[in-house]
């Protein structure tokens, strides 16, 4: 059942699919295909996450569906039907453990589609499909658990079409649809933009509890309770990404996921979360000193990440290539771990891998690092600014700089004119993040 009432219309999801099939040439049959289940142990499953793709052509949340497109028209139970959506069957048995299901009636309804068929079919009525029309697919499922609608589905499709899926690079036909949907959503719709902002909006808010709450002798698992808690009471469904809470030492570990260390006074905390709002991600880091004030030397680099930030930020301009706001930011960076001694000079490229190794900038949308173009950037595209400096201890380096990890990241709308940053609802400039910081009782 579906008991939100903002999620994305049937005609957003309609006018996707109508912009593939003017993109697909006649004689095309596009497939795309669910995503598996996955098993956590024994008979306790995670959580289903739909296909991106299949979840922006379709809005269906239901493992086992299967959606075909084809601009010149299909013959199905004796209808001509451009869109055709396979759907688990209704079972009454299986819902009474885990929910209703749309069944075929139920998901034209809802999700607007030509015409929906139950999944157990798909041999029947895909098959000749797959035989007389070009197929253009997109990288097959992996990890399918045998016995599956989507296993049965696959292994229909694999005795009918040879795939080019495994190649390198990949061949025509599963670039081609591959790159019509980077295309498609690259830019977003007013519709994505107002689910991106909210889920934006809800992260900031969490990065604010923790502003207000963060005191030394925390665990980082609290602070990820903290902002989880605050994703799910405003209607997050999830977190996009497992949230990373890396305090002291782990702060220079840029993915670190155990959440599990003492926050000690003096440390500097990296906060990197996203909370997801059917579907659509969000992606923002603070740094935080964890007793509410940066040391000297952390304010330095804080300040020098806020500049390389400011400078990537102002290259996302439409028009500009995907790399200039790594470009700005590298610049910015170079010059100023030259000036505190701990690279040899701004053309030390060994020197600043060393501290700044990742790219400044991905897509955010469906999912956490969207497909997109990497073209020029386009209005309506929306991207990540994060430059990081994260300075572990070593022989080589002052004790001074030690386990001081910094990175700022926002999430940054493509216009016309000016960028626009989405997440501004959160504090990034160091004396405004003390300020907020400070503002807990007791401080």
Do not use: C
Not at 4 to 32: C, K, Q
Not at 119 to 144: C, N, Y
Not at 204 to 229: D, F, S
């Amino acid at each position: 059942m579906r008991y939100d009432t903002d999620l994305p219309s049937v005609d957003f999801h309609g006018s996707r699919r109508e912009a593939v099939l003017e993109a697909l040439p006649d004689g095309a049959l596009a497939i795309v295909f669910g995503a598996p289940r996955r098993n956590r142990s024994n008979d306790v499953w995670y959580e289903y996450r739909q296909s991106s793709d299949l979840l922006y052509l379709t809005g269906s949340h239901e493992p086992g569906s299967v959606l075909l497109l084809a601009p010149g028209g299909m013959d199905v139970d004796g209808r001509r039907v451009r869109e055709l959506l396979f759907v688990p069957p209704r079972d009454p048995d299986q819902e009474v453990w885990l929910g209703r299901r749309f069944g075929a009636e139920r998901a034209m309804a809802v999700l607007g589609i030509d015409l929906a068929v139950d999944a157990t079919r798909f041999a029947e009525v895909a098959g000749p499909l797959l035989s007389e029309l070009h197929v253009f697919h997109l990288p097959l499922p992996d990890a399918v658990p045998s016995g599956s609608l989507l296993h049965g589905q696959l292994t229909v499709f694999s005795e009918l079409v040879t795939t080019d899926v495994g190649d390198d690079p990949p061949g025509p036909d599963a670039s081609r649809l591959r790159a019509i949907l980077d295309d498609l959503r690259t830019v977003k719709t007013d519709e994505e933009l107002q689910l991106l902002r909210r889920a934006i909006d809800i992260t900031a808010e969490a990065h604010r509890a923790v502003m207000q709450e963060l005191e030394p002798g925390w665990h980082e698992y609290e602070i990820e309770a903290l902002v989880e808690y605050t994703f799910k009471r405003r209607g997050a469904e999830h977190a996009g990404f497992p949230s990373i809470v890396g305090s002291g030492e782990n702060s220079v570990i840029l993915h670190y996921e155990t959440n599990r260390r003492r926050v000690e006074a003096g440390d500097v905390v990296v906060i990197d979360i996203g909370a997801e709002l059917h579907g659509y991600a969000a992606d923002l880091t603070r740094t935080l000193p964890a007793d509410g004030r940066f040391s000297a030397e952390q304010r330095a680099v804080y300040e020098l990440v806020y500049r390389a930030q400011e400078a990537g930020i102002d290259a996302t301009r439409a028009g500009n290539p995907f790399s200039a706001p790594h470009s700005a930011a590298r610049g910015v960076l170079a010059e100023g771990l030259s000036a505190l001694g701990l690279i040899d000079g701004p053309d030390d490229e060994a020197g600043l891998r060393r501290f700044f190794m990742h790219g400044t900038s991905h897509y955010l949308g469906l999912d956490v690092h969207d497909v997109g173009s990497r073209g020029p950037l386009r209005p309506g595209a929306v991207l990540t600014v994060e430059p990081g400096v994260y300075i572990p201890a070593a022989d080589d380096i002052e004790p001074r700089w030690w386990n001081i990890g910094v990175r700022i990241e926002d999430d940054i709308l493509v216009t016309e004119d000016a960028p626009v940053v989405l997440s501004a609802g959160v504090p990034r400039q160091v004396d405004a993040v003390e300020t907020l910081m400070r503002q807990r009782p007791g401080r």
